[in-house]
């Protein structure tokens, strides 16, 4: 089951996908990630620059790594509500993702 936008205690995740009942049986995981978007000035570089950094680079930037940061500590957040709410166990995988500019993009498998 996909859900953007799921209310957690007030809040919401970005996109949340969820094993149905009757497959948990199979190895299949659960999901919840978490969008977050950064300005290229924010990182003052221009998309040509971008292009030519490798993903270690891009995640030592500080502004990626603040906003990884972030999303991680929400994912956090939303584990501990999704967890609360279903009734049975999650196979919870969570992943932060951050697009620098419309050029590139970030991603880390928080658990």
């Known amino acids: ?3 953007s936008e799921k209310a957690c205690q007030r809040r ?3 996109l949340t ?4 009942p009757d497959f948990r049986e199979l190895p299949l995981y659960d999901f919840i990630l978490e969008f977050k978007y950064l300005k290229l000035s ?9 292009k030519k950094l490798s993903k270690a680079e891009l995640e030592a930037l500080e502004p990626v790594t603040e906003k990884l940061e972030e999303a991680k ?3 956090f957040d939303y584990q501990t509500c ?4 279903c009734q049975e166990a999650l196979k919870l995988k969570l992943i932060s993702v951050v697009a ?6 970030v991603w880390q498998t928080v658990t």
């Open 1 to 3: 089951m996909m859900d």
């Open 12 to 14: 919401y995740t970005d």
């Open 17 to 20: 996908m969820i094993i149905r």
């Open 42 to 50: 924010e990182v003052k570089l221009s998309g040509a620059e971008l």
């Open 73 to 75: 500590q929400q994912l």
């Open 82 to 85: 999704l967890e609360k709410e």
């Open 100 to 105: 620098i500019g419309f050029d590139r993009l």
